[in-house]
């Protein structure tokens, strides 16, 4: 089978992968899914003519000659009824920041500028009018459009949508992901291993990266190596969940049976990508839901979820920003590779120098076997078909830590 350029592969996955159906979730559960229309203010913000001091409400031509006296005639606290509070000539109300500003006052003279004498307040300041009001509509007013569609909502956005009044928002829903291993090799928990036996990292790892992107993880289990238990745990994933991510069975081996059950069950593609790792991929819709075949490898099936589902499950939440930060990093230390027609996709870590530039350097063993390692990175390289990069020489790198943008 030829080898198929990444960017290829990518674009016939993110064709499938449509928005998922937009609905209204409660306020709370909305942080991080993004909004499908915009969202327009319906009342004032803040609602009423209020303080931002403490301090006293006043008429500012009462203050013109300071130190004034002025009989105090009444206090106001946040959440006060102003409605028997008036503010006449030669008057002050005491006030509280948040408190409504009484009828007859237009200025508020700070607390720290005054001196009080039982139900007499000395004002040491020349107010103006306005001086610490903050006007009804200030923030917003109706019509106003708070949060454009396509936005990622963040706590400061929801604190904006309650001020309003708002319990549900229309959003993309968060994809439900179904995880599923497969391997007669695979175990789990921490028994004594047989001859032949490993334990199975790529689903904790999958289910992870799952929930770390903003998605919702299922786990569908670890299933042996058989095509009727394979079938049974896809279509269990199916009926429950909007995509499905699979590890092992997608190469060209007498046992990998993921490849054989999707074949059945839907439309699958399978390509072998012209990058290392991760160079097999098996893809398509089963039941109209994107499903991805990973390789099992762990480190491939990392990097494969990485550049393929991620993204494709960003498209399906609605996100406009698919991919992961690519920046111009600096090579610190030699990345030395042979030509093989691939591009290489070297685990790396990855920091911001002094001067502002991004530089790389390689961590620990770079097979698709070696997790350790490329636990301890943070980005990949994106190191060209050839014989490597040089020490200072310049890469592309995927920064794989840090939030994405919208």
């Given at each position: 089978?030829?080898?198929t350029?990444?960017?290829?592969?990518?674009?016939?996955?993110l064709?499938?992968c449509?928005?998922?159906?937009?609905r209204?979730?409660?306020?709370?559960d909305?942080l991080?899914c993004?909004t499908?229309m915009p969202?327009?203010?319906e009342?004032l913000?803040?609602?009423?003519?209020?303080?931002?001091?403490d301090?006293?409400?006043?008429?500012?031509?009462d203050?013109t000659?300071?130190?004034?006296e002025?009989?105090i005639?009444?206090?106001?606290?946040?959440?006060?009824?102003?409605?028997?509070?008036?503010?006449?000539?030669?008057?002050?109300?005491?006030i509280m920041t948040?408190?409504?500003?009484p009828?007859?006052a237009?200025a508020?003279?700070?607390?720290?500028?005054?001196?009080?004498?039982g139900?007499v307040?000395v004002?040491e300041?020349?107010?103006t009018?306005g001086?610490h009001?903050r006007r009804?509509?200030?923030?917003?007013?109706p019509?106003d459009v708070?949060v454009?569609?396509?936005?990622?909502l963040?706590?400061?956005?929801?604190g904006?949508?309650a001020?309003?009044?708002y319990?549900?928002?229309?959003?993309?829903?968060?994809?439900?992901v179904?995880v599923?291993?497969?391997?007669?090799e695979l175990?789990e928990?921490?028994g004594?291993?047989?001859p032949?036996?490993i334990?199975?990292s790529?689903r904790?790892?999958l289910l992870?990266?799952?929930?770390q992107s903003?998605f919702?993880?299922v786990?569908?289990?670890?299933v042996?190596?058989?095509e009727?238990?394979?079938?049974?745990a896809?279509?269990r994933g199916?009926?429950?969940?909007d995509?499905?991510v699979?590890s092992?069975?997608v190469?060209v081996?007498?046992?990998?049976?993921?490849?054989?059950?999707?074949d059945r069950l839907g439309?699958?593609?399978?390509?072998?990508?012209?990058?290392?790792?991760a160079?097999?991929l098996?893809?398509?819709?089963?039941?109209?839901?994107p499903?991805?075949?990973?390789?099992g490898?762990?480190v491939s099936?990392?990097v494969s979820?990485?550049?393929?589902?991620?993204p494709?499950l960003r498209?399906m939440?609605?996100h406009?920003?698919?991919f992961?930060?690519?920046v111009?990093a600096?090579?610190?230390e030699?990345?030395?590779r042979?030509p093989?027609?691939?591009?290489?996709?070297?685990?790396?870590?990855a920091?911001?120098?002094?001067?502002?530039r991004?530089r790389v350097?390689?961590?620990?063993?770079?097979?698709?076997?070696?997790?350790?390692?490329?636990?301890a990175?943070?980005?990949?390289?994106?190191?060209?078909d050839?014989?490597?990069?040089?020490?200072?020489?310049t890469v592309?790198a995927?920064?794989?830590s840090?939030?994405d943008p919208?």
């Open positions: 089978m030829s080898l350029p990444l960017e290829d592969v990518q674009a016939a996955v064709r499938e449509l928005p998922l159906t937009a209204a979730v409660d306020l709370q909305a991080g993004v499908s969202l327009e203010a009342e913000v803040p609602p009423f003519d209020n303080t931002a001091m301090g006293f409400a006043v008429q500012a031509v203050t000659d300071p130190p004034v002025l009989k005639v009444g206090t106001l606290a946040a959440g006060a009824d102003p409605t028997d509070v008036q503010v006449g000539e030669g008057q002050a109300v005491r948040g408190a409504p500003l009828t007859g237009d508020v003279v700070m607390v720290e500028r005054t001196r009080t004498a139900d307040v004002i300041h020349h107010a009018a001086d009001v009804a509509g200030d923030d917003l007013q019509g708070v454009d569609a396509g936005t990622v963040t706590p400061a956005h929801l904006v949508l001020s309003l009044g319990q549900r928002v229309p959003v993309f829903p968060r994809p439900r179904g599923l291993s497969t391997g007669d175990v928990g921490a004594e291993l047989r032949g036996q334990r199975d790529n904790p790892t992870a990266l799952v929930r903003g919702t993880p786990d569908l289990g670890l042996r190596d058989d009727r238990a394979i079938g049974a896809v279509e199916l009926a429950s969940c995509a499905l699979t092992g069975g190469s081996g007498d046992f990998d049976y993921v490849k054989a059950v999707l439309s699958m593609r399978s390509w072998q990508v012209a990058i290392r790792p160079k097999p098996a893809f398509g819709t089963v039941q109209g839901k499903v991805f075949g990973l390789p490898n762990p099936s990392l979820f990485e550049l393929f589902a991620r494709a498209q939440a609605g406009r920003r698919l992961r930060r690519q111009d600096v090579v610190a030699p990345i030395r042979r093989d027609g691939k591009l290489h996709l070297v685990r790396v870590l920091a911001v120098g002094e001067d502002g991004w350097r390689p961590v620990g063993g770079q097979g698709s076997h070696q997790l350790a390692a490329a636990a990175a943070n980005a990949l390289a994106l190191v060209p050839g014989e490597g990069a040089a020490a200072g020489s592309k995927l920064v794989l840090g939030d919208s």
